[in-house]
């Protein structure tokens, strides 16, 4: 396990490996502890996580039983992403534990990795690349047709930051803008000019459907077998937000069955496990969850996490936090 420089105080446990610059602020203060390479087993981590008075929590499930172990010392869960459905958010309610995310550092680049994905898809550049390096010859004006995407139409599924980040990409390219959501978001029409629609009207007339929800019972397979019918064979399909809210057994038999001209995903049901029908598919440009893989991200997140650990072990109520009541009785 790899250990920190600051032994003074704060005894903070890093559930998976992050870039050294993420961990530079935390490491001024506290003494910060990254689970190795590969990650621990469940014994393992029950052990890890006891007498820490932090945990900066990326990937790694903490159920009931983990923040049980944690609970006699620990005062905050920092979430390093925007999502935290890997959190028992009411086990550490419980336990007076609060718990905090990220989103003002995700917007940006996961915008920017979703239009790549699209641009990828419709262009067919997978292909494109894997023939150019393969040196084969019979280069013409037949080979690898995509889709055009200027001024086509993008059903945009959710309204909130990131949504909004590739509306604004999106209207560079003249595109068509469609939304759906839970209700009408003004704000959101306002700085986008995009149409509310209901999930059925923009599934059907949309060139492109991108997902940016979070992970709910209500989103849960929110694209499925009966949602994919509904799309047209030439559509696009990108899911940079949570793997579960689309069926990839539903997915890979619409691919197979020409039925969806293609999808880009950087997120998957079952991380890191990813169906094989998905990675056999020429029609699919696959991403390793790596949505704010660029240094501005990466580092801004790991400083913002740092904030919010010093924060808590000053005994106020960090920023960004999901649960503030947590605290009242411990």
């Known amino acids: 396990m790899e250990h920190g420089r600051n032994e003074d105080r704060g005894n903070v446990y890093v559930t998976r490996k992050l870039i050294d610059e993420a961990l530079a602020e935390l490491r001024t203060r506290c003494r910060v502890d ?20 932090a945990i900066l929590a990326s990937y790694l499930k ?13 005062r905050i869960i920092a979430c390093y992403g925007v999502g935290y459905d890997h959190v028992d958010v009411d086990a550490a309610t419980r336990h007076g534990i609060w718990v905090t995310h990220n989103p003002g550092f995700v917007t940006e680049d996961t ?26 010859g019979g280069w013409g004006p037949t080979l690898y047709t ?16 990131i949504a909004t980040a590739l509306a ?47 992970l709910t019972e209500e989103t849960r397979h929110w694209i499925g077998a009966a949602e994919l019918a509904m799309m047209r064979p030439s559509a696009v399909l990108v899911n940079t937000a949570r ?10 038999a619409a691919l197979a069955e020409g039925r969806l001209a293609g999808a880009g995903l950087d997120v998957f049901e079952r991380e ?5 029908g998905l990675k056999a598919s020429d029609r699919v440009l696959l991403c390793p969850h790596n949505g704010t893989a660029t240094m501005e991200a990466r580092v801004g997140m790991g400083a ?27």
Do not use: W
């Open 272 to 276: 890191p496990e990813v169906h094989e």
């Open 34 to 53: 990254v689970a190795p390479q590969g990650g621990l087993d469940r014994t393992g981590v029950l052990e890890a996580v006891r007498g820490r008075e």
């Open 168 to 214: 604004l990409r999106a209207r560079g390219f003249a595109m068509r803008l469609l939304y759906t959501s839970r209700r009408r978001n003004e704000e959101f029409e306002r700085l986008t000019g995009a149409t509310y629609a209901a999930k059925e009207e923009l599934l059907r007339t949309s060139d492109f459907v991108s997902l940016h929800v979070p």
């Open 243 to 252: 793997g579960p809210v689309v069926d990839e057994r539903a997915l890979v």
């Open 111 to 136: 915008a920017d990795l979703a239009f790549a994905l699209l641009m990828g898809v419709a262009r067919r550049l997978r292909e494109s690349d894997g023939f150019v390096r393969s040196g084969r």
């Open 304 to 330: 913002s996490c740092a904030e919010k650990i010093f924060a808590a072990l000053d005994g106020r109520v960090p920023p960004n936090c999901l649960n503030p009541e947590a605290r009242a009785g411990k």
């Open 146 to 161: 995509g889709v055009r995407v200027y001024g086509k139409t993008l059903g945009i599924v959710g309204s909130g930051r």
């Open 62 to 74: 903490l159920d009931a039983e983990i923040v049980a172990a944690m609970a006699p010392t620990c």
